[in-house]
């Protein structure tokens, strides 16, 4: 047996889990195909957002009031600024669907917010062009989480708390045996007690049938601005934000650079048959939808994409994550299918799939997470 637990793919979510197994045994190793937040994960891009208000399952907060707890304590452990806390904005039109629903989960869970009137919001924020009818909710516990700095520090705060890491080693197979789950790459192979698949866009080729079928493979894509004066758009001034106005669309980041803006047109992921070889130029159409809302949005920032990039993620039928055993008894976890919305939660899911695939305690209020959900379609 080569150890308790071991967990592969060390992207968003898998470093966090390995960084939480690590404060629960000094017997986990962590896989990883390339390095550690590698330029073409799902990492990549600079910046996530972090946010408290949402629209959806309300059994979503707990876990967020969790992962702000934690990135505060993955910041202290390892002494990087990882979480840049500098409020959120959800814009729409007042009364329409997208405001509707984020305030009627917002008023289930009890989250702290302030609905701001376009006036407030062009007096307080104007870098934002309203529209007649549009109004926003702020979130003052939201922020923008650096992705790389995050990844590299929780495999780091692993590394230090005793667990192995073996990078450039790409998993061909996992087999569940009556001892463990035995894990192979070329001619290499692994049993651990516990496994834990968290690769994200390459989950699927180490998945039961009744899972793939449930899953794809989506292209996302970012894009960034420069801005006319940087200083309108740092992160003091502008908060992290995401838009729905009408027929258009658009989230993004204040500049963490100090020159480039992130704005990105939401919702826009679209299958893409492998995630080794995700498209990263962006179609002409792509261009044009994403200036032509830049232009509307954002009189502040040049109407030139000068940065574009796309990078793969796993998508559910459903939206939400697989985080679970494969079934009852299963040696085998799944985190993975987070749908483009993984980040934020990442801690929290971190520390859910660590206890629950050790065995060290479960969780309840996660049904809608659940893999064996799948069982019943």
């Known amino acids: 047996m080569d150890g308790k637990l071991a967990v592969i793919g060390l992207g968003s979510i898998g470093s966090m889990a390995l960084w939480q197994a690590s404060r629960l ?3 986990v190793t962590g896989f990883e195909a390339h ?7 799902a990492t990549g891009g600079d910046t996530r957002l972090f946010r408290m208000l949402y629209r959806g399952v309300p059994d979503y907060y707990p876990i967020l009031q969790r992962s702000r707890t934690l990135w505060a304590e993955l910041e202290a452990e390892t002494g990087q600024n990882i979480l840049t806390r500098c409020g959120g904005l959800s814009i729409g039109t007042k009364d329409g669907p997208y405001l509707s ?6 008023r289930i869970n009890g989250a702290d917010h302030e609905i701001l009137s376009r006036e407030e919001m062009a007096e307080r924020y104007p870098q934002h062009n309203l529209r007649t009818d549009d109004i926003a909710v702020y979130d003052p516990h939201a922020g923008a989480l650096r992705t790389d700095r995050a990844v590299t520090a929780a495999v780091a705060a692993a590394e230090a708390n005793g667990a192995t890491v073996h990078t450039n080693t790409p998993i061909d197979s996992i087999t569940e045996t009556n001892d463990g789950v035995l894990i192979t790459s070329g ?3 692994w ?4 496994v834990i698949v968290s690769s994200g866009g390459w989950s699927q080729r180490l998945m039961p049938d009744y899972l793939k079928g449930q899953t794809e493979t989506y292209r996302c894509y970012l894009t960034w601005f420069v801005a006319r004066d940087a200083a309108e758009f740092a992160p003091e001034k502008f908060p992290v934000f995401i838009r729905i106005s009408g027929d258009r669309s658009m989230y993004g980041a204040p500049s963490v650079d ?4 992130k704005a990105t047109l939401d919702d826009r992921g679209a299958g893409t048959p492998f995630a080794d070889s995700v498209p990263r130029e962006l179609t ?3 261009i044009a939808e994403t200036t032509e809302t830049v232009t509307e949005f954002f009189p502040g920032l040049f109407p030139n994409i000068v940065r574009a990039d796309a990078f793969p993620e796993l998508y559910t039928t459903d939206g939400h994550p697989l985080l679970g055993q494969l079934s009852e008894g299963s040696r085998i976890y799944c985190a993975t299918g987070f749908s483009g919305g993984g980040f934020k939660n990442a801690t929290g899911f971190g520390e859910i799939a660590a206890n629950e695939a050790l065995g060290k305690r479960t ?3 996660l049904d809608f997470a659940r893999p064996q959900r799948f069982k019943k379609v």
């Open 25 to 27: 045994t000094d017997s």
């Open 35 to 41: 390095a550690p937040a590698h330029a073409r994960s």
């Open 101 to 106: 629903k984020l305030l009627k989960t917002t």
């Open 187 to 189: 001619d290499k192979t």
């Open 191 to 194: 049993t651990f007690e516990n």
């Open 258 to 261: 100090g020159v480039t803006v």
């Open 284 to 286: 002409r159409a792509e």
């Open 363 to 365: 969780f309840d209020g």
